[in-house]
């Protein structure tokens, strides 16, 4: 059974930072790209970032790039997300995925796995 564990989320400041851990099993995780999603109530889940199978290419949507750093260490089964300089509109639940047949896709349909998500919430 495949499971994906978010963790890490929390309440900070803005300007802070917070890193966020995905935990995978049941799965060979070498094989899939990894990719980072968030939403918030009343949107639709939107693209953070995204890691190619070994880490050497990864994809950061706009709102994040300079900010955010993802990251995956294959032999924890595990990916990261670093993020710096939260500001209150990166406040949302954050859900990682995996994606076996596409690389590091933008587009949620890419994604075989989710985890459950980890929340978010920036104050000002």
């Known amino acids: 059974q495949v499971q994906l564990v978010e963790s890490g989320g929390g309440l900070v400041q803005a300007g802070g930072s917070l890193r966020l851990s995905c935990a995978a099993s049941?799965?060979?995780?070498?094989?899939?790209?990894m990719g980072w999603f968030r939403q918030t109530p009343g949107k639709e889940r939107e693209f953070v970032a995204a890691i190619s199978l070994s880490g050497g290419y990864n994809n950061y949507a706009d709102s994040v790039k300079g900010r955010f750093t993802i990251s995956r260490d294959n032999a924890k089964k595990t990916s990261y997300l670093q993020m710096n300089s939260l500001k209150p509109e990166d406040t949302a639940v954050y859900y990682c995925?995996?994606?076996?047949?596409?690389?590091?896709?933008?587009?949620?349909?890419?994604?075989?796995?989710w985890g459950q998500g980890t929340q978010v919430t920036v104050s000002s």
């Open positions: 049941g799965l060979t995780f070498s094989l899939y790209a």
């Open positions: 995925a995996l994606a076996r047949r596409t690389g590091y896709s933008v587009y949620e349909h890419d994604y075989d796995y």
